[in-house]
């Protein structure tokens, strides 16, 4: 490298001399003037510094910008295993918001309601639930890509501990990256146990605050309120901590909730706004479909001109259904949604006739995807038959994994996959292994549609088989050869480009990326590729039985009259 001048460098680093010298001065680098040449490795020096201080700086402006966007209120998803009191729950936070507002009015159902949060210690403000409780509506929203819960309130009913969908809801929370709180409901009742919920979470791997973890465990009772306070003001401890913001200048952006057709109003959507102010008049696109908002109601049934971020409201203005869990954005006018839906329309139907190739089908082409990427994370579901399997193939699975593989177990639990499961593994670009249960038709056909990878065993040494092979890599797809047609050799021209032979394709077909066998007298005497096909003068990608071609082939000239040009190609084996 040659030597750098300072007034160079200076230039180079687009900054003035003066700044330049003060830096080697504070360096402690000595010069003559800012014509003097430094050496490599103080150039080098400056560089780095100059580079790092820039990226301070930059970060300390983003920081400084993300400051100035105002705090949004936190969207609260309840899950929970079935009866366990997530629905009661809703409705009394529902019915004590309106108890407060002495309104006794009429509630919309717009996908999510508002519950204001006046504390006396000082923890204030809003949080929004989402309407729906249940993960499978959760995960389907999110399937589409969408996050829309920052936390998820866990309901266990302290009488019955963690069931099944408790770990369910579990998984599907963390797989969305939610915060979890859970909520130990049913405290009024005499055989409640709040020990057993802490012990049941303890065998999950979630410490509770009370036995010295994070895990927030809050005794409620649904039906008379006990704790629901205390929840409340967790939520917003969590969400301070989660520092949620959103730009209510921004274009609105946000989710569609959920979508009804009203026969008489027509398409209603429920929309989450995530940022951004959306308003009456605003075009806004929603995957194919477009609306212009004509109309929009909250969750109290007041009328609205505009609503911000952390809000939901039902509109009225799409002419078509907008599906739950897509996302939504604002655009300028009618021109714009309307070219922008036809154009996802087209995008859609062109990759619906083209081969699916970014799903991964089995788990070869989970692998191998995962090589490609940087993902370095098996996700996992695992369901066996027995609580004894259950632990057992958790820790031997612990032990397979290493420094560059880690196996995510989203969720291990006793029963057979479900449909919720393949959503989960869906979402999670993961797969299911069950053991000694087996998944229902229903399961199998709907884990094929969704191309996630869905296998049972029996031999736990299989299982753990397959999974050491997806932790190593190793498990490389297996090719098998498929004939695709013969062409015989019924004239040789020798060109000034090459020697071609001119074929009868006898049966199949000859295609231009396929392997061929030069077979003389049933003979194998060349193995290659073709390099051009063509029929008259023109190249083509493949010729059928009955028409005549001229071939020439990659490093091969000597055909005689009769050859037979056997085309072939490799094709996967899919393995199960
Ligand atoms: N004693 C008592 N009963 C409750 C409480 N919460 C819910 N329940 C009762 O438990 C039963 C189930 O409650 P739901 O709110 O329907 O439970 P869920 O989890 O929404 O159930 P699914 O929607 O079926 O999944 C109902 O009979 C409720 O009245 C509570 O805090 N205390």
């Given at each position: 490298?040659?030597?750098?001048?300072?007034?160079?460098?200076?230039?180079?680093?687009?900054?003035?001399?003066?700044?330049?010298?003060?830096?080697?001065?504070?360096?402690?680098?000595?010069?003559?003037?800012?014509?003097?040449?430094?050496?490599?490795?103080?150039?080098?020096?400056?560089?780095?510094?100059?580079?790092?201080?820039?990226?301070?700086?930059?970060?300390k402006?983003?920081?400084?910008?993300?400051?100035?966007?105002?705090?949004?209120?936190?969207?609260?998803?309840?899950?929970?295993?079935?009866?366990?009191?997530?629905?009661?729950?809703?409705?009394?936070?529902?019915?004590?918001?309106?108890?407060?507002?002495?309104?006794?009015?009429?509630?919309?159902?717009?996908?999510?309601?508002?519950?204001?949060?006046?504390?006396?210690?000082?923890?204030?403000?809003?949080?929004?639930?989402?309407?729906?409780?249940?993960?499978?509506?959760?995960?389907?929203?999110?399937?589409?890509?969408?996050?829309?819960?920052?936390?998820?309130v866990?309901?266990?009913?302290?009488?019955?501990?963690?069931?099944?969908?408790?770990?369910?809801?579990?998984?599907?929370?963390?797989?969305?990256?939610a915060?979890?709180?859970?909520?130990?409901?049913?405290?009024?009742?005499?055989?409640?146990?709040?020990?057993?919920?802490?012990?049941?979470?303890?065998?999950?791997?979630?410490?509770?605050?009370?036995?010295g973890g994070?895990?927030?465990?809050?005794?409620?009772?649904?039906?008379?309120?006990?704790?629901?306070?205390?929840?409340?003001?967790?939520?917003?401890?969590?969400?301070?901590?989660?520092?949620?913001?959103?730009?209510?200048?921004?274009?609105?952006?946000?989710?569609?909730?959920?979508?009804?057709?009203?026969?008489?109003?027509?398409?209603?959507a429920?929309?989450?706004?995530?940022?951004?102010?959306?308003r009456?008049?605003?075009?806004?696109?929603?995957?194919?479909?477009?609306?212009?908002?004509?109309?929009?109601?909250?969750?109290?049934?007041?009328?609205?001109?505009?609503?911000?971020?952390?809000?939901?409201?039902?509109?009225?203005?799409?002419?078509?259904?907008?599906?739950?869990?897509?996302?939504?954005?604002?655009?300028?006018?009618?021109?714009?949604?309307?070219?922008?839906?036809?154009?996802?329309?087209?995008?859609?139907?062109?990759?619906?006739?083209?081969?699916?190739?970014?799903?991964?089908?089995?788990?070869?082409?989970?692998?191998?995807?995962?090589?490609?990427?940087?993902?370095?994370?098996?996700?996992l579901i695992?369901r066996?038959?027995?609580?004894?399997?259950?632990?057992?193939?958790?820790?031997?699975?612990?032990?397979?994994?290493?420094?560059e593989?880690?196996?995510?177990?989203?969720?291990a639990?006793?029963?057979?996959?479900?449909?919720?499961?393949?959503?989960?593994?869906?979402?999670?670009?993961?797969?299911?292994?069950?053991?000694?249960?087996?998944?229902?038709?229903?399961?199998?056909k709907?884990?094929?549609?969704?191309?996630?990878?869905?296998?049972?065993?029996?031999?736990?040494?299989?299982?753990?088989?397959?999974?050491?092979?997806?932790?190593?890599?190793?498990?490389?797809?297996?090719?098998?050869?498929?004939?695709?047609?013969?062409?015989?050799?019924r004239?040789?021209?020798?060109?000034?480009?090459?020697?071609?032979?001119?074929?009868?394709?006898?049966?199949?077909?000859?295609?231009?990326?396929?392997?061929?066998?030069?077979?003389?007298?049933?003979?194998?005497?060349?193995?290659?590729?073709?390099?051009?096909?063509k029929?008259?003068?023109?190249?083509?990608?493949?010729?059928?039985?009955?028409?005549?071609?001229?071939?020439?082939?990659?490093?091969?000239?000597?055909?005689?009259?009769?050859?037979?040009?056997?085309?072939?190609?490799?094709?996967?084996?899919?393995?199960?």
């Amino acid at each position: 490298m040659a030597k750098v001048r300072i007034y160079q460098l200076a230039k180079e680093l687009g900054m003035t001399n003066e700044e330049l010298l003060e830096i080697l001065d504070n360096m402690g680098v000595e010069y003559k003037s800012h014509a003097s040449t430094l050496e490599d490795e103080t150039a080098a020096a400056v560089k780095e510094l100059i580079g790092e201080q820039r990226l301070a700086e930059e970060a300390k402006k983003a920081e400084e910008a993300r400051k100035a966007i105002p705090h949004r209120a936190p969207v609260v998803v309840i899950m929970g295993h079935v009866d366990h009191g997530k629905t009661s729950l809703l409705d009394y936070l529902r019915k004590s918001r309106i108890a407060e507002k002495e309104a006794g009015g009429i509630t919309q159902h717009v996908g999510a309601f508002e519950v204001k949060v006046a504390s006396s210690s000082g923890t204030a403000g809003t949080v929004v639930f989402i309407d729906t409780p249940g993960h499978e509506a959760f995960t389907s929203i999110r399937e589409r890509g969408a996050k829309v819960a920052d936390i998820a309130v866990i309901v266990i009913a302290a009488d019955d501990g963690v069931m099944p969908q408790t770990r369910e809801a579990i998984a599907h929370a963390k797989a969305a990256g939610a915060k979890l709180i859970f909520a130990a409901n049913k405290i009024d009742l005499p055989q409640a146990n709040l020990d057993k919920v802490y012990q049941d979470l303890m065998r999950e791997g979630i410490v509770p605050v009370a036995y010295g973890g994070d895990a927030e465990v809050l005794p409620i009772s649904a039906k008379t309120g006990q704790g629901v306070q205390d929840l409340l003001e967790t939520i917003l401890i969590t969400a301070e901590l989660e520092d949620l913001r959103a730009d209510p200048n921004a274009e609105a952006v946000g989710v569609v909730i959920e979508s009804r057709v009203d026969k008489q109003a027509g398409v209603l959507a429920s929309l989450l706004v995530q940022q951004g102010t959306l308003r009456v008049g605003d075009y806004v696109v929603a995957g194919e479909h477009w609306g212009k908002i004509r109309a929009m109601t909250d969750s109290e049934g007041a009328r609205r001109n505009q609503t911000g971020p952390s809000t939901a409201v039902q509109v009225l203005g799409f002419s078509e259904l907008p599906s739950a869990g897509t996302t939504f954005e604002w655009v300028p006018d009618q021109v714009a949604a309307k070219e922008i839906t036809e154009e996802r329309r087209l995008e859609r139907e062109a990759s619906a006739a083209a081969p699916e190739v970014n799903r991964p089908r089995n788990i070869a082409d989970l692998l191998r995807q995962m090589q490609g990427s940087e993902q370095k994370e098996i996700n996992l579901i695992l369901r066996t038959d027995t609580q004894g399997s259950l632990e057992a193939i958790q820790q031997i699975l612990a032990r397979e994994q290493n420094e560059e593989v880690r196996i995510n177990l989203l969720l291990a639990a006793v029963g057979a996959p479900s449909e919720s499961d393949v959503l989960l593994a869906s979402t999670a670009n993961g797969a299911i292994f069950s053991f000694g249960v087996a998944p229902a038709g229903s399961v199998k056909k709907m884990a094929e549609q969704k191309g996630v990878p869905l296998q049972s065993f029996r031999i736990i040494y299989e299982l753990i088989d397959e999974v050491r092979k997806m932790v190593r890599g190793q498990r490389e797809p297996v090719y098998k050869e498929e004939v695709l047609g013969q062409a015989e050799v019924r004239a040789v021209f020798k060109l000034s480009s090459g020697v071609v032979a001119g074929c009868m394709v006898t049966s199949g077909k000859i295609t231009r990326g396929a392997d061929i066998r030069v077979l003389r007298k049933k003979q194998e005497v060349w193995k290659g590729k073709i390099h051009a096909l063509k029929r008259f003068k023109d190249d083509v990608r493949e010729v059928a039985q009955g028409f005549e071609c001229g071939i020439t082939l990659e490093g091969f000239t000597d055909f005689q009259e009769g050859d037979v040009l056997e085309a072939s190609q490799q094709v996967e084996v899919v393995q199960d």
